[in-house]
């Protein structure tokens, strides 16, 4: 069951908004990894599933979280079927996202009152799934529709809350780009965990570098 309501997510992706999304089968290694961005500052992490018995992997981390990292929003991410995006919130899942919207999974997470960000990649796919009651939209693929296509959509539908994944690298630059354009928050992932880190297990390299992102939007927050 979801420690955080959808709101309090909401209200959190919106005041700390980077979201690192991360995957590894070791469960030591996502222990440190979740350690490392909440020392950081980070308070929103989406967990894909990508692996065989990712669930329980899964399951594992909302524990440590609820015990070690109380403030952490954590959530599940690349879900493209409703069954599935159940037993992740009944392994503890506080928000649901997906690489595409699906009717079922909406249905599944409103009857629990769990927020979901699928990704769209049109208007009228971000429309249907406002019409199905989500609030924040992951656009995806990032790096391919790029900060334009959110500017054109901030435009007739202004009232779109955006989540960008994909293309988005962890410089002033491209953090600037992105929320110039209108995104509510970004989705980074492999540019935040360098494989050559994990494997040296440097995870103070990556709480240094989730730091310099939250510094850089915090500059861009007091700009804007």
């Given at each position: 069951m979801a420690r955080f309501s959808r709101l309090e997510v909401y209200q959190t992706i919106r005041q700390v908004p980077v979201v690192p999304v991360f995957y590894h089968a070791d469960a030591d290694v996502c222990r440190e990894v979740l350690g490392a961005c909440y020392r950081a500052g980070i308070r929103a992490?989406?967990?894909?599933?990508?692996?065989?018995?990712?669930?329980?992997?899964?399951?594992?981390?909302?524990k440590i979280a609820a015990r070690d990292f109380p403030e952490l929003v954590l959530g599940a991410g690349t879900l493209v079927e409703a069954g599935t995006a159940a037993l992740y919130i009944q392994s503890?899942?506080?928000?649901?996202?997906?690489?595409?919207?699906?009717?079922?999974?909406?249905?599944?997470?409103?009857?629990r009152k769990v927020a979901y960000m699928p990704g769209c990649a049109t208007l009228t796919e971000i429309s249907t799934a406002e019409e199905f009651g989500v609030e924040v939209v992951k656009v995806f693929p990032g790096d391919t529709l790029g900060p334009g296509f959110v500017k054109a959509v901030k435009g007739p539908m202004p009232?779109?809350?955006?989540?960008?994944?994909?293309?988005?690298?962890?410089?002033?630059?491209?953090?600037?780009?992105?929320?110039?354009?209108?995104?509510t928050a970004v989705g980074i992932g492999s540019q935040l965990f360098p494989k050559d880190v994990l494997a040296?297990?440097?995870y103070d390299q990556i709480e240094t570098k989730a730091k310099e992102v939250l510094a850089i939007l915090a500059e861009l927050r007091i700009k804007s």
């Open positions: 992490f989406e967990f894909t599933n990508r692996g065989d018995f990712a669930h329980e992997l899964f399951a594992e981390l909302a503890g899942a506080n928000f649901i996202v997906g690489p595409s919207f699906h009717e079922s999974i909406a249905r599944t997470c409103n009857r009232w779109t809350s955006v989540m960008v994944t994909g293309g988005v690298e962890p410089t002033h630059e491209s953090l600037s780009t992105w929320f110039k354009a209108g995104v040296n297990r440097q």
